[in-house]
């Protein structure tokens, strides 16, 4: 057992208490990780706010990490002792139906025991005081020291900066890998980023790669306007501004809707309004937004009939292992802005702080430093 610094989520709706915690050896096929820092995704606020079907308490939240690995388990050999990783709450096996079918980035090897908040072999590393602390999204990166199976973990180059590639864990590869993995938008496409936070700027930066012609930035925050233009929005608009639907906004704005579409928020009616946006025909939308236990999405369905198409993503479509190497090489390159998502940094001892800015709506991404 080793000590570590970690932000509990006792339960639902509490602040995160910033205590000391037991965690427990890898076992085989797992490796210890230290985490240098971590980002603050909405996911993290949706599941301590009890809204997540999947959310176990008392838990350690956190999945948009960085680390270094400390201690390898039995039968370990993709990585060693001094590599710099990123947790994969997508992992990549290589071997399941999932990860061979080509067709999906959803791993299933170890998804049943991840949702439980348990390692693969049933069980937890985390306690405090005796008392079992439940894992989340299979990453706990709201710890110093964290235990990954060797799948949830993608080995990264060293020179590359724990502090800002963690980003890459999550919400930046979600909105760029959502535009091209997913919707796979064409040079001279139209397209609508619903929600302006981390992962919609992120989706501006995919739409500008993929070389849409037009980006539309939505938002009921105007505060978010000026950071969407830098990446390369071409327009912004607050549903606020207009008495009429939004979608209607867009199609009259559009010459008949957007050639494609994503949300990023996790509201239900903004799903809808997004996919109705897009162009009769051809239009198709992506939900990136997570939405609550209980939700669910409605449309017409002869907004399909007539050639809309309503998809989803999850981690932006990407086999961690295999390409998110490549992402910190771009991050490198100067290709992906990670200082842009950067608005706060603190020490744990302050992670509460950054779930306030995030409700207020002050911060695109606060990291958190150990
Ligand atoms: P965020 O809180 O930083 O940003 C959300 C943005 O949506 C804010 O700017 C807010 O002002 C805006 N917004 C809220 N209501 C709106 C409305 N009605 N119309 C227009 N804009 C509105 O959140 P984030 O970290 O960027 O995450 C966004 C969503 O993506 C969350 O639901 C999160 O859980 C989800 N997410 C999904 C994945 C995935 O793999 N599918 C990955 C990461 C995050
Ligand atoms: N547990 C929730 C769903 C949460 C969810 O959809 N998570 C996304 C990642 S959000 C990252 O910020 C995801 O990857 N989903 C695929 C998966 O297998 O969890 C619920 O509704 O039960
Ligand atoms: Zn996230
Ligand atoms: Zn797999």
Redesign the pocket.
């Known amino acids: 057992m080793i000590k570590s610094r970690a932000a509990v989520a006792w339960k639902a709706g509490a602040p995160l208490e910033i205590t000391e915690v037991d965690v427990a050896p890898p076992k085989k096929g797992e490796v210890l990780v230290r985490i240098v820092a971590t980002g603050v ?3 993290d606020a ?1 599941t301590l706010s009890g809204a997540d079907p999947e959310g176990i308490f008392p838990s350690i939240l956190g999945h948009e990490g960085g680390g270094i690995v400390e201690a390898v388990g039995e039968g370990v050999t993709s990585v060693a002792v001094g590599d710099h990783v990123i947790p994969l709450y997508t992992p990549e096996c290589g071997e399941c139906k999932f990860c061979k079918s080509g067709k999906t980035n959803l791993c299933q090897a170890i998804r049943a025991t991840q949702g439980k908040g348990l390692m693969p072999d049933g069980t937890s590393r985390f306690s405090k005081d005796g008392e079992t602390l439940f894992h989340y999204m299979g990453t706990s990166t709201f710890s110093e020291y964290t235990v990954l199976p060797e799948i949830a973990v993608a080995k990264i180059n060293k020179e590359a900066p724990l502090e800002k590639v963690c980003l890459l864990g ?2 930046v590869t ?1 909105g760029i890998g959502a535009v091209m993995n997913t919707a796979k938008v064409e040079p001279g496409s139209t397209v609508a980023v ?7 700027l992120s989706a501006i930066i995919g739409a500008v790669m993929a070389k849409a012609s037009r980006i539309l930035a ?4 105007p505060g ?1 306007f000026e950071i969407a233009k830098q990446l390369g929005a071409t327009e912004c608009v607050n ?1 606020l501004d207009y008495d009429k639907p939004i979608q209607e906004v867009i199609v009259d704005l559009t010459d008949g809707g957007v050639d494609y579409s994503f949300e ?4 239900v ?2 799903m809808r309004s997004a996919l109705e946006c897009c162009h009769k025909g051809w239009g198709e939308s992506v939900i ?3 939405a609550g236990a209980g939700e669910e999405i409605c449309t017409r369905p002869f907004q399909l009939v007539t050639g809309r198409v309503w998809r ?5 479509g990407v086999r961690g292992r295999s390409e998110l190497p490549g992402y910190v090489e771009r991050a490198q390159k100067g290709e992906i802005p990670l200082d842009t998502f950067i608005t706060h940094t603190m020490g744990l001892n302050d992670i509460n702080q950054a779930f306030d800015l ?1 409700h207020e ?1 002050k ?2 991404r606060s990291v958190i430093h150990y």
Do not use: E, Q, R, Y
């Open positions: 995704c909405h996911t949706f999550c919400g979600t619903f929600g302006l936070g981390g992962i919609g939505i938002d009921v925050n978010k549903p990023c928020i996790g509201n009616k903004v990136i937004g997570v989803g993503s999850a981690f932006g995030m709506g911060s695109i």
